[in-house]
């Protein structure tokens, strides 16, 4: 049996792609502007939904950044942030010389938790500092809280951006991720569910939101003859060799979501008799995730002492990339002095939880080698 590398969550390509940048090349559209950047566009406003603008960018944190900007952060303001998230959902707010506020997660959907969210906004506006907007994400593509998390936001006055860069085909109560938050945010990078390389978008709700976002990731050049600049603006905006690259992969989505999905069934197949071992799930008809990366709570006590840790030195002697699940912002040397909501949630998820591979891409000879290993173990 080969022992080549089984990876986490690797580029998956359908087969049209090369058309599309061949096309870009062969016309001289490689500048950050061309038709595949439209025609992506287009693509994704579709699948989003009604009242969706998409703005193409280089990638999720570009387009985080530029939420909050169109949001109003500026320096000194504080922004509530998910805990259990990747860096780059809190890093943007440190670009604009804001503050982060950490919440907890909930164990349901390990997204934010609205009853620490709500202990958050309170705690900072009785210290005269009431947040400008809050960061919520979905998680490995398990939807957030959304109606109690909105309603929490609305009680407040406070806008939503909303981090759906693992989310992309995700649902909650029938309607699309990136769709509930004031503003949203999608990830096309090289792990995710569809990829252009690097990139990402902007999801706004009117399309002067989309044109602001657009004018602000190409330098913020006024309408003049000349180069002319009112405002600070960045390189931000997705080219269109990499726009091709995501009109191809829009045609194969639906099923790189089915194929992720079937995974996490193969998983729970797995684990169904195994005592001390929980899989990440749905937690009603609610939620519908597109399980980005499959992942599973492993709980020393019941399993004879095996932890996570001893689970992903197994896969590692076979040569199987697997994954802690991400560390906390509140515990992150970089954000450790920042203030912190909730409880252990996240924490302990942390402790205890481990990404297993789940590419769209994986065959079932990779299948039998993880079985295996999983069998073995347990």
């Known amino acids: 049996m080969s022992n080549s590398k089984i990876w986490l969550s690797s580029p998956h390509m359908g087969g049209t792609e090369q058309n599309y940048v061949n096309e870009a090349f062969q016309t001289n559209w490689i500048a950050p502007l061309g038709p595949n950047v439209t025609k992506f566009e287009q693509h994704l406003e579709t699948y989003m939904g009604e009242e969706s603008y998409v703005g193409a960018l280089s990638s999720g944190t570009a387009a985080l950044h530029l939420g909050l900007i169109i949001l109003g952060v500026k320096a000194g303001d504080e922004v509530i942030c998910q805990s259990m998230t990747f860096s780059a959902s809190a890093n943007p707010i440190m670009y604009q010389g804001a503050t982060p506020i950490f919440v907890d997660s909930e164990l349901e959907t390990w997204n934010i938790c609205p009853l620490a969210l709500e202990e958050a906004i309170k705690d900072r506006i009785s210290k005269g500092k009431k947040p400008k907007a809050i960061i919520a994400v979905h998680l490995y593509g398990m939807p957030f809280k959304a109606?109690?998390?909105n309603q929490v936001a609305s009680k407040y006055g406070i806008p939503v951006l909303e981090d759906s860069a693992e989310a992309l085909g995700s649902t909650y109560k029938g309607k699309k991720c990136g769709t509930f938050g004031d503003i949203g945010v999608l990830s096309f990078n090289g792990n995710k569910i569809i990829t252009t390389s690097g990139g990402g978008a902007i999801v706004a709700k009117t399309k002067e939101i989309k044109d602001k976002a657009v004018f602000l990731s190409t330098q913020a050049r006024d309408n003049a003859p000349h180069y002319q600049h009112s405002e600070v603006g960045y390189n931000y905006r997705m080219s269109n060799v990499c726009a091709g690259i995501g009109c191809g992969q829009m045609e194969v989505l639906d099923k790189h979501i089915g194929l992720r999905r079937e995974m996490h069934k193969f998983y729970a197949s797995i684990f169904k008799d195994v005592d001390g071992v929980a899989i990440f799930s749905e937690p009603s008809s609610d939620f519908y995730s597109n399980h980005w990366l499959s992942a599973v709570l492993v709980d020393s006590s019941k399993t004879g002492g095996k932890t996570r840790e001893d689970l992903r030195l197994a896969l590692e002697l076979e040569n199987i990339e697997?994954?802690?699940?991400?560390?906390?912002?509140?515990?992150?040397?970089?954000?450790?002095?920042?203030?912190?909501?909730?409880?252990?949630?996240?924490?302990?998820?942390?402790?205890?939880?481990?990404?297993?591979?789940?590419?769209?891409?994986?065959?079932?000879?990779?299948?039998?080698?993880?079985?295996?290993?999983?069998?073995?173990?347990?």
């Not at 002095?337 to 000879?365: A, H, I, M, W």
């Not at 990779?366 to 079985?371: F, L, V, W, Y």
């Not at 295996?372 to 173990?377: D, Y």
Request: hydrophobic share 35%.
């Open 322 to 378: 697997s994954r802690p699940l991400w560390k906390p912002m509140h515990l992150q040397p970089v954000f450790a002095d920042f203030p912190y909501y909730g409880k252990n949630v996240s924490e302990s998820l942390f402790e205890n939880g481990l990404c297993l591979p789940s590419g769209s891409n994986l065959t079932e000879n990779d299948k039998d080698r993880i079985g295996a290993v999983l069998k073995s173990f347990f």
């Open 147 to 149: 109606d109690e998390i």
